[in-house]
C-alpha cells in the first residue's frame, strides 16, 4: 500500500510559479512510476506528468511541456512538480498517483494506470 499526501498549491498571478510536493508512506516508493494529474471545475481529470521508478524517464502533457518539470526523491519518498510560467488555464486541483504495478518499464499518461492517489491540492492562478 501506498498513502499519498500532497502539499504547496496556493494562488499565484500568472506568470509565476509554485512547487507541489508529493509525500509517500509504503515500502515500495521507489519501485513505482508517480504521476501528477489535474482536475478543473466541470471537466474530467487529465494527465500532467509522470516519472519512472529508475533512470529519470519523464513523460508530459503537451500544454505544459517546457512549464513544469517532474522529479523524485527516493531517499525523502516524495515526488515533486516545479510549475514556472503559471497560465490561468492551470488552474485545478492537482493529484499525484503511484503506479499500480511495480517496476514498470515505461510511464503511463493512463489514469487507470494508477491505483494510489493523494486527497489533491488547489493551485489557481489569477490572470
Known amino acids: 500500500q501506498v498513502q499519498l499526501r500532497e502539499s504547496g498549491g496556493g494562488l499565484v498571478q500568472a506568470g509565476g510559479s509554485l512547487r507541489l510536493s508529493c509525500a509517500a508512506s509504503?515500502?515500495?516508493?521507489?519501485?513505482?512510476?508517480m504521476g501528477w494529474f489535474r482536475q478543473a471545475p466541470g471537466k474530467e481529470r487529465e494527465f500532467v506528468a509522470a516519472?519512472?521508478?529508475?533512470?529519470?524517464?519523464?513523460s508530459y502533457a503537451d500544454s505544459v511541456k517546457g512549464r513544469f518539470t517532474i522529479s523524485r526523491d527516493n531517499a525523502k519518498n516524495t515526488v515533486y512538480l516545479q510549475m514556472n510560467s503559471l497560465k490561468p488555464e492551470d488552474t485545478a486541483v492537482y493529484y499525484c498517483?503511484?503506479?499500480?504495478?511495480?517496476?514498470?518499464?515505461?510511464?503511463?499518461?493512463?489514469?487507470?494506470?494508477?491505483?494510489?492517489w493523494g486527497q489533491g491540492t488547489q493551485v489557481t492562478v489569477s490572470s
Open positions: 498517483a503511484a503506479d499500480r504495478e511495480v517496476t514498470r518499464l515505461y510511464v503511463s499518461p493512463d489514469l487507470s494506470s494508477y491505483d494510489y
Open positions: 509504503g515500502r515500495t516508493f521507489s519501485s513505482r512510476a
Open positions: 516519472i519512472s521508478w529508475i533512470a529519470g524517464r519523464t
